[in-house]
Nanobody, 127 residues
């Protein structure tokens, strides 16, 4: 099992920045993919970003966050980060961290293929 704990959410004004963290514990040796998803009230969960380092180190982003959000990780701390800049009101959501052992291409954006999930952290952007 892998446990994921998110932190770093909060209230920020539009145009501001936040950095989310996701700390993994347990069988982290089996994790080679970590991603961020979000869900706004009344909307379906959507992909935000992912990092796949199983073979080559690759990152993936939703079009809505490209150029504004950056996913990164610290292997020594078993932690993945989501740096969010130029935040918009529509970025308001609960952000979830997810982990898995493998993904490929567009599959890395498919939330249904991730085995492990965190409890989520609220991000609220005021306009």
């Amino acid at each position: 099992q892998v446990q994921l704990v998110e932190s770093g959410g909060g209230l920020v004004q539009a145009g501001g920045s936040l950095r989310l963290s996701c700390a993994a514990s347990g069988r982290t040796y089996s994790v080679y993919v970590m991603g961020w998803f979000r869900q706004a009230p009344g909307k379906e969960r959507e992909f935000v970003a992912a990092n796949n380092w199983r073979s080559t180190d690759r990152t993936y982003y939703a079009d809505s966050v490209k150029g504004r959000f950056t996913i990164s990780r610290d292997n020594a701390k078993n932690t993945v980060y989501l740096q969010m800049n130029s935040l918009k009101f529509e970025d308001t959501a609960v952000y979830y961290c997810a982990a898995d052992s493998y993904c490929s291409g567009t599959g890395c954006a498919d939330g249904f293929r991730y085995d492990y999930w965190g409890q989520g952290t609220q991000v609220t952007v005021s306009s």
